[in-house]
């Protein structure tokens, strides 16, 4: 089996490309070192090889089901989370006091990357659960905290985000579930709710669901929304699980990929009292969820990241054994055959992986990064770096769910007609991946996002932090042999990019926020990949300053980025005009399309 990553790549692009090890001279992280850093990320190696990748087809081809009442499961998943609770990722990036390691979120997000790469339906189990519980950390009581965070942190209880209902998918605004007050300050839930992943499970002695419910009187929309905590079971006074809540499985889904992980219609309510506390304040639950949301989505992204990088290493591998044809200048047809590697369409199949699922790690990376000087960074600068994070947000989020799509197209494609077959993973990365275009947002509302609030927000303050940094980054770039076709596609790309959103705001009141909005996904293309590129520079930057003294294995190492940087400037980022035109033109076809018209 092909490995699921590249250690030497992650390795780069941790110590090399963004300095982690630096952040050892902060506070929170001054008992850390680099030789800390590289013995978790062996730990998460070798759990995620040994106990998670061990059950990823079994998984696949055996869904969850029910029988006798409860949810059934492969056995590998039991004692993969049991590893994953033994080696203490669930709370390995909180306070040492709560039993963490208070690991940087890059750290942390380059650990979950080996389990998302690994097996991605397991994987979902806990990164729930740690979403859950950072939620819980941010708005809960201290009681609450004690009462159901603790259980999150010690991978006793898993948890979920409980927020689509059958009627209303995507659009909160309209969700019925009820939340009506008790006497002693809890609330009865009462409601569905829809596609709720590790909903129903029998993995862990409690399963503690962050559920939006409109408290009875509320105002519609969303303003009248609100967030609680609704256990599978209740709590007893001492912390100890005591009888059930009614919250009843009403069936299970079953999707195309993530077949691992549990998909769920949940009843609250049914057959008796759904007990949930209020969490956050009345009326502000949606602004709590997007906590977890927004941490969902860059996680969201780099799963993409990770089942793209899969299907990539898979590939990569296969092109090596593969021998099939002859160069096109072979004039003898009893020659040798060559591995398929050497034809040239094969090496654009895999440059074009290369460069997004390794564009893509970068970027999430990076936005991981964020997040850590967002809390320990330099006071003065948080404002800005919470600008950038929230543009970037929908961009870490769609970009690699489509391109590792693409990549692992292509990853097909090397394949040949053995990468339709199950003798190979890559059908199933494929399957896997393309629930990520909609999970935490489709694309066409991480579009309005960008368009609608984060380009504007804070008088467009965020895009022009963006275009600080990578003018920084052009200006130090230069000179530096074989960065030259990555930053001149670049600085075109921000030209492009910058000209159409001057364009399309300056029209916004006359246009309306309908027409305004119609080509918001051309907005998410022309940016995702003008920010790619500009990781690509960074990467390629490093590649050449390192390439003079680097030998052997690491002297191909760092040819090879300059080589998918000048590929990704090359075929990818001239994409960025078509999209720039039809923002800043408002382009109306889709528009002025009408539904009677199909």
């Known amino acids: 089996m092909a490995p699921f990553l590249s250690k030497r790549d992650l390795q780069f692009q941790l110590y090399e490309v963004l300095d982690t090890e630096a952040l050892t001279s902060r506070p929170r992280f001054a008992d850390h070192s680099r030789e800390v850093y590289d013995d978790v990320l062996a730990l998460a190696y070798n759990v995620a090889d040994k106990y998670f990748a061990n059950h990823t087809r079994e998984a696949d081809l055996n869904e969850p089901h029910v029988v006798d009442g409860k949810v059934k499961l492969v056995p590998g998943v039991q004692a993969a989370m049991n590893a994953f609770r033994d080696a203490g990722f669930f709370s390995?990036?909180?306070?040492?006091?709560?039993?963490?390691?208070?690991?940087?979120?890059?750290?942390m997000q380059a650990v979950q990357a080996h389990f998302q790469a690994a097996n991605m339906g397991s994987s979902g189990y806990p990164f729930l659960t740690i979403g859950n519980a950072n939620l819980q950390r941010e708005f809960g009581t201290p009681e609450q905290q004690r009462k159901y965070m603790l259980p999150l942190l010690e991978g006793r209880w898993f948890g979920t985000m409980?927020?689509?209902?059958?009627?209303?998918?995507?659009?909160?605004?309209?969700?019925?579930?009820?939340?009506?007050?008790?006497?002693?300050?809890?609330?009865?839930?009462?409601?569905?709710?829809m596609w709720i992943s590790g909903g129903e499970h029998e993995l862990s002695e409690n399963i503690v669901h962050l559920v939006l419910a409109r408290i009875k009187g509320a105002p519609a929309g969303v303003k009248g929304i609100s967030l609680f905590i609704v256990p599978r079971y209740r709590v007893n006074d001492d912390g100890s699980v005591g009888e059930s809540n009614n919250v009843v499985l009403a069936g299970l889904n079953h999707k195309m990929g993530y077949r691992g992980t549990t998909n769920t219609l949940l009843n609250f309510g049914e057959g008796g009292e759904t007990v949930g506390e209020l969490i956050g304040e009345a009326g502000k639950g949606l602004s709590a969820m997007f906590h977890m949301m927004n941490e969902a989505r860059i996680g969201?992204?780099?799963?993409a990241?990770?089942?793209g990088y899969a299907g990539y290493m898979a590939s990569l591998e296969y092109a090596r054994e593969r021998r099939q044809g002859r160069p096109a200048s072979a004039k003898d047809p009893n020659g040798p055959m060559v591995s398929i590697?050497?034809?040239a369409d094969v090496k654009r199949l895999l440059l074009r992986q290369k460069s997004f699922v390794e564009g893509g790690l970068a970027l999430g990376?990076?936005?991981?990064?964020?997040?850590?000087?967002?809390?320990?960074?330099?006071?003065?600068?948080?404002?800005?770096?919470?600008?950038?994070?929230d543009l970037l947000t929908p961009i870490v989020k769609s970009w690699p769910s489509r391109y590792s799509q693409e990549a692992l197209s292509d990853a097909i494609q090397v394949l040949g007609g053995a990468g339709y077959t199950r003798d190979y993973p890559i059908e199933m990365y494929y399957r896997d991946n393309r629930l990520n275009p909609i999970h935490e947002g489709t694309e066409g509302i991480q579009g309005n996002d960008l368009l609608g609030r984060k380009v504007t927000q804070a008088g467009g303050r965020g895009l022009q932090v963006l275009v600080e940094r990578m003018t920084a980054d052009l200006q130090a770039s230069e000179g530096l042999d074989g960065v030259a076709e990555i930053r001149a596609a670049l600085q075109t790309a921000i030209s492009q990019s910058g000209a159409a959103f001057t364009a399309i705001l300056g029209r916004a009141a006359e246009l309306g926020p309908d027409l305004y909005l119609a080509n918001a996904n051309s907005a998410l293309e022309m940016l995702g990949h003008t920010v790619v590129g500009w990781m690509w520079l960074r990467q390629a930057a490093v590649a050449a300053r390192a390439l003079p003294e680097a030998k052997g294995d690491d002297a191909s190492f760092y040819?090879?980025?300059?080589?998918?940087?000048?590929?990704?400037?090359?075929y990818e980022l001239p994409r960025v005009r078509a999209h720039a035109d039809l923002l800043a033109s408002a382009d109306r076809t889709t528009f002025d399309m009408h539904g009677d018209w199909f």
């Open 305 to 307: 990241v990770m089942l």
């Open 92 to 107: 390995a990036h909180h306070d040492e006091e709560l039993g963490g390691l208070q690991l940087p979120w890059v750290v």
């Open 559 to 570: 040819q090879g980025k300059l080589q998918a940087a000048r590929f990704f400037a090359v």
């Open 341 to 343: 590697i050497e034809h």
């Open 162 to 193: 409980a927020l689509s209902e059958p009627q209303a998918g995507s659009g909160l605004a309209d969700i019925t579930t009820s939340a009506t007050p008790k006497d002693d300050g809890t609330y009865s839930i009462s409601g569905t709710k």
């Open 300 to 303: 969201v992204g780099m799963g």
């Open 365 to 389: 990376l990076y936005a991981s990064s964020l997040v850590d000087d967002l809390s320990t960074g330099p006071e003065e600068g948080r404002a800005d770096t919470a600008l950038l994070l």
